[in-house]
């Protein structure tokens, strides 16, 4: 038996369930991604890579 609760509602009904959790992750995956810039990072990690060795890095072999 499976059931999800949902705040004070739960459910035991299969497809009740189902459509939760494809609503859930539909609206997840289908939200626009806000992405702030944070130089936390720049801040406290150290610079390890040259921009070139990051080009080479990265680049997709032929």
Do not use: Q
Not at 20 to 47: A, G, Q, R, T
Not at 52 to 60: C, D, E, G, R
Request: aromatic residues 10%.
């Amino acid at each position: 038996m499976c059931c999800l609760r949902d705040g004070d509602t739960i459910t035991e009904s299969l497809k009740s369930i189902e459509r939760y959790v494809l609503d859930f992750y539909s609206s997840l995956y289908s939200s626009e991604n806000v992405c702030l810039h944070n130089d936390l990072i720049e801040k406290v990690v150290p610079f390890m890579v040259m921009n070139a060795y990051n080009t080479m890095l990265t680049n997709v072999p032929k």
